[in-house]
């Protein structure tokens, strides 16, 4: 069971990068045949040749190692083509390669720079392309709205959150966000999601008044995430009965209507277990709805710890119902709603990153090939659209990750033009090879450090969603 299990999760991320690489290597390589430049091998995967075939002057090939991908074109690296190692430049041989790529009119090197800033940007480029094209193509066969008329209205606050300690409570509706006029609980929770431990400028709506306020997230270790300790107004609904509890006795059901318990109204998943663990045992009374009847039951909790925490329950598992409409949208409407779900995901991406870099959120959300094959195999078991919605999201962080000016990815190389623009010559070919070291040897620390994440979230309880895959629902 285990066995198939892994072979099914490197399945689907065989699925998930292949599509990926292949998109973004043919963005290099497509660029690179329009300028003409000489193209040597077009390979799916890294390290020794498995297959291919050879067509033209290039060699298409399968690797070892099909984590990856890359085309090598002639002049691309610094001492590429110098015989042995990068020292081998000192001697005859390698002198004489050198001569010859310089001479080379298709080399990359001896393209003018816009030409090869073109050729570097053109990976990232179709990995943009890609994601939008995949939720342009998804949003024309199926595209779901969550209804919610009433606006962002707050049904739970945490005690002593940061919604807490601004003032915030129940009922109140959130009618800005910095300059946002009434926004949903998708851009509220994007909003709270980027700011850990950075203040959020609010209005809330409170008996006909404007509240302008100001909240600081916290960063939620667990979910990785910031956090302002709200959610909003919902039906809540029962999600599952577990056997043996006094729900299932009771003759509680999956999918009925919870109303009130104790005659506190239940507009939040946290409001039932909340007033069953302070309950102390004794019973409590619960209003629900089923098939349009109203019904209420009087249960006693029972004291249990399935999980290491100890407390009263009843055994229900709360849910929200969302109340959602399904249609089709026409190209135009679909693109539009693509491009803006990308960039609501980009800056969602890129505020992660300067999360890290300011040492706001933890860098242990990170996810290696083994995160990225778990969430792929249950993307897959969920539906096509929840695998493409995954495979929109992970392109997109490709895209921007290999924009990061590091050394040996694209941004590392295109930065690297742009400073030889400024300065009006090429930088030395020993700093171009101490910058390639120094590139390589930074991203196999960053793949064991993301590898070791993967390790850990799998054996601790509870999994991190990677960055911009899925927002917590706060409606």
Known sequence: MALSSFLLNIWWLLVLVGVMILIHELGH???????????????????????????????????????????????????????????????????????????DPRAMSNKPRWQRLIILAAGPFMNVVLAVAVLTGLFMFSYERVLNAGGAVIGHVVPDS?????????????????????????????????????????????????????????????????????????????????????AASSGLRKGDLLVKIN??????????PEVIRKSNGKPVTLEYVRGGVHRTVTINPVFRN??????????????????IEKTRLSFPDALHESLVQNGKNASLI????????ERRMSAKNLSGPIGIAHYATEAAQQGPAAFLMLMSVVSLNLAIVNLLPIPILDGGAILTLLIE????RDLSLNVKEAMLKVGFVFLMMLMVFVIYNDIAKRLAPGVLLPPGISLHSKR
Request: glycine share 12%; no cysteine; proline share 6%.
């Open 29 to 103: 390589f497509w660029a690179a045949r329009a300028f003409d430049v000489k193209v040597e091998v077009f390979s799916f995967g890294f390290g020794p040749r498995l297959f291919g075939f050879r067509r033209g002057e290039t060699d298409y090939r399968f690797s070892l190692f099909l984590f990856g991908g890359y085309v090598k074109m002639a002049g691309e690296q610094p001492g590429e083509n110098f015989t042995g190692s990068p020292l081998a430049r000192a001697t005859d041989a390698g002198a004489a390669t050198l001569e010859s790529d310089r001479s």
């Open 162 to 246: 940061p919604a807490a300690k601004a003032g915030i409570q129940p009922g109140d509706k959130i009618v800005r966000l910095d300059t946002e006029n009434n926004p949903d609980w998708e851009d509220i929770t994007t909003k709270e999601i980027e700011s850990a431990q950075r203040p959020m400028n609010i209005t809330i709506q409170r008996n006909g008044r404007e509240i302008p306020l100001t909240l600081t997230p916290i960063f939620d270790e667990k979910e990785g995430l910031g956090s302002a300790g709200w959610e909003g107004q919902e039906e809540v609904q029962v999600g599952d009965v577990n056997a043996g509890y006094p």
């Open 263 to 272: 005659n506190l109204p239940i507009h939040s998943i946290h409001t039932l």
């Open 306 to 323: 399935p999980d290491g925490t100890a407390r009263w329950m009843i055994g229900v598992q709360s849910d929200i119902k969302l109340d």
């Open 350 to 357: 890129v505020e992660f990153l300067r999360g890290i870099l």
């Open 421 to 424: 623009t400024v300065m009006g």
